[in-house]
């Protein structure tokens, strides 16, 4: 019997085994899906099968730069629970996995799995299937950035957010503690406030048009607006959508150091200082488990399961 990619893409799912082992298993079975699952249950590649459909949003984001390379990594590897993020064989993991994206350069997270783990022969799958059966918890790879060039990366609370920020700088500017400094601020920066965009430059058009768009309309809800000219209406929505620049852009943002200044005033100073050109270029931030479902543990009904 005859079986298609996605056959096995199909497998993968049901069974949370690497592609080339349910590519293996499909063969043997001769495309039977039953069969394969059993192939894989016997040689116990698919004992994880079942923990692969449990929701897995803790976890940890793990960054990792080669600076004679000048590539960074920001990745995120989520596991069901908080005690397990903090596992030394997970932690370790995360960074072997972090390394492989740095060296290997995929271009996703499909072609991260099929790839040899860094100091190992086997792939990025075959080790995490391997961790999911010896923790007993599902795992993912979520999502990884890798970029090239100067960055500064600043991770929180043990892992919980991630942030890298990309320079655009010399060399001998990078390796001076004054800009270590700088650019470990506005990463921290970026932690705490969490910015939707770089600077004015990059807000979607549409996204003004939105903004201005519910600004006008609660004008007209307002009363003491109501006899106001359209030019001076226009004149507020204008400086409502300043304060939003002031709110949604890095560059714009009160500086959290120091209030009187933005924070591309501050980066600003520092170039200043060090007589060098720094830009900040964009900013990569992820929070652990966003837009995830929080696994909810139910302790009585978790002791009922286990007595029947």
């Known amino acids: 019997m005859a079986f298609t990619a996605a056959d096995v893409k199909a497998l993968r799912e049901k069974t949370g085994v690497g592609m080339m082992d349910c590519k293996k298993a499909l063969t043997e079975a001769d495309g039977d899906m039953d069969k394969a699952i059993d192939v894989l249950r016997e040689k116990g590649l698919a004992a994880s099968a079942k923990k692969a459909g449990r929701i897995a949003a803790e976890g940890i984001v793990y960054a990792y730069t080669d600076t004679d390379k000048k590539v960074s990594v920001l990745v995120e590897v989520n596991s069901e629970t908080d005690f397990v993020a903090k596992n030394e064989k997970f932690v370790n993991y995360v960074a072997a996995v972090a390394k492989t994206i740095a060296d290997s350069n995929p271009a996703d997270v499909d072609a991260l799995l099929a ?7 086997r792939t990025v799958q075959e080790n995490l299937q391997d961790m999911v059966l010896s923790i007993g918890e599902n795992m ?28 655009d700088t010399d060399d001998a500017t990078a390796a001076k503690d004054a800009f270590k400094v700088m650019g470990k601020d506005v990463a921290m920066q970026v932690a705490a406030m969490n910015p939707s965009y770089l600077d004015e430059a990059s807000v ?39 304060k939003f620049f002031k709110e949604n ?17 501050y980066v600003a100073s520092v170039a200043k200082d060090l007589g060098a050109d720094i830009k900040v270029v964009r900013f990569i931030r992820y929070a652990k488990g966003e837009g995830l479902e929080k696994r909810e543990d139910n302790f009585a009904e978790e002791v009922a399961g286990m007595m029947k």
């Open 249 to 265: 852009c890095l560059l714009d943002q009160a500086f959290v150091k120091d209030g009187d200044m933005s924070v591309a005033k």
């Open 204 to 242: 979607p058009a549409d996204v003004l048009e939105h903004e201005k768009g519910i600004m006008k309309a609660q004008l007209a809800e307002d009363p003491k607006m109501a006899n106001k000219p359209e030019q001076v209406l226009a004149k507020i929505v204008d400086g409502k959508i300043g």
């Open 140 to 167: 993912k790879i979520r999502r990884f950035e890798r970029v090239e060039g100067i960055t500064v990366d600043y991770i929180h609370g043990g892992g919980t957010v991630g942030v890298l920020v990309v320079f």
């Open 115 to 121: 790839t040899p783990l860094a100091g190992d022969t």
